[in-house]
């Protein structure tokens, strides 16, 4: 299995920035998808971005586009999200996972394609 950290949640005023990391222990595959997620309290858990390894496709869920930006550094093992222009409705605990698929089932987003995932990191954007 891979070991996923996430790091970087905080509490950040509305119309703030932050960027979340996850680094892996190991890639899978050379054709996985990593991606983000988030899960607030009393909600199903949320797709937030992903990224296709070999064509570095992103993906994105419609309430983060041109707010937030997926980003790898496949050197470190690492996946980023940047945040920006946030809201109180990002409030939330953020995941990342990782798993073999190809690059069309990347971009659904869906938790259950998913077989590794993090222990999450919390962003709070207060109202």
């Known amino acids: 299995r891979v070991h996923l950290v996430e790091s970087g949640g905080d509490v950040v005023q509305a119309g703030g920035s932050l960027r979340l990391r996850c680094v892996a222990s190991?890639?899978?595959?050379?054709?996985?998808?990593m991606a983000w997620f988030r899960q607030a309290p009393g909600k199903e858990r949320e797709g937030v971005a992903s990224?296709?390894?070999?064509?570095?496709?992103?993906y994105y869920a419609d309430s983060v586009k041109g707010r937030f930006t997926v980003t790898q550094d496949t050197a470190k093992n690492t996946l980023f999200l940047q945040m920006s222009g946030l809201k109180p409705e990002d409030s939330a605990l953020y995941y990342c996972?990782?798993?073999?698929?190809?690059?069309?089932?990347?971009?659904?987003?869906?938790?259950?394609?998913?077989?590794?995932w993090g222990q999450g990191t919390q962003v709070t954007v207060p109202s």
């Open positions: 996972a990782i798993n073999n698929m190809n690059d069309a089932a990347c971009g659904q987003l869906r938790a259950e394609y998913f077989g590794d």
């Open positions: 190991e890639y899978p595959s050379s054709f996985y998808c």
């Open positions: 990224i296709y390894s070999s064509t570095g496709r992103t």
